[in-house]
């Protein structure tokens, strides 16, 4: 698959694991449906670097198949040094931590691999309070993604599933029935991902 212009890239892992070519396709498609979405609605963004009481706050973020495969390569195949130790033993106790467990010193671990969902929620005008949930306090500050961006992406994402089907894949994303593939960010074993992190060697930090 030859890359949209402007999307992420990892051409030799692209050519181990061609899934991920797709994934990254679609997490360009659901980028341009936030940004489209920003230009359009013209107020400033309150999210920025540092800001990530969000990653605390929400409990039910959902994540597809294909992209805990993203993860789960990303965490064992990328991280590297003391970010991966840091994440590996986060995972082993995520159960209690209270944040996602990809949650390292207010920054994503997994920022180039983050689901759909991290990408698509932004709050307008005023940074989230501590605890706040904006989707239930302030509806009209949180970014509404551009409708036909993210229903492509979510349409690209049933390739995965082999559903190759235009109109059922059409069908699928407008009924909502594509969310049923989502799981639980918060609620998945991740222990399983930390295994494969102690087994695998680390890659040199670059
Ligand atoms: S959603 Fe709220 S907490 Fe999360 S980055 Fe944006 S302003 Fe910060
Ligand atoms: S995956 Fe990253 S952006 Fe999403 S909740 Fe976890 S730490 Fe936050």
């Not at 679609?26 to 400033?44: C, E, F, P």
């Not at 799981?183 to 060697?201: F, V």
Request: with cysteine; charged share 30%; glycine share 6%.
């Amino acid at each position: 698959m030859k890359p949209q212009s402007g999307r992420l890239a990892f051409p030799e892992d692209e050519n181990r694991h061609p899934w991920l070519a797709l994934l990254l396709e679609i997490q360009h498609l659901t980028n341009q449906g936030v940004s489209k979405a920003i230009k359009a609605d013209g107020r400033k963004l309150a999210c920025g670097r540092g800001c990530a009481s969000c990653c605390r706050t929400h409990t039910d973020i959902p994540v597809y198949p294909l992209e805990l495969m993203g993860i789960a390569w990303y965490a064992s195949e990328k991280l590297s040094g003391e970010l991966r130790d840091r994440v590996r033993q986060q995972l082993l106790q995520h159960r209690d931590l209270g944040a996602c467990p990809f949650l390292v010193d207010e920054a994503c671990a997994i920022h180039p691999l983050r689901p759909m969902a991290c990408r698509q929620f932004n709050v307008f005008n005023t940074v989230c309070a501590v605890g706040e949930d904006a989707f239930h306090t302030r509806l009209a500050d949180v970014l509404k993604p551009d409708l036909k961006l993210k229903n492509e992406a979510l349409r690209e994402m049933l390739r995965h599933h082999k559903i190759t089907d235009g109109r059922e894949r059409r069908r699928l994303v407008e009924t909502g029935e594509v969310h049923r593939l989502a799981q639980s960010l918060r609620e998945m074993r991740w222990e399983t991902l930390a295994a494969r992190m102690a087994a695998l060697p680390a890659p040199r930090p670059v």
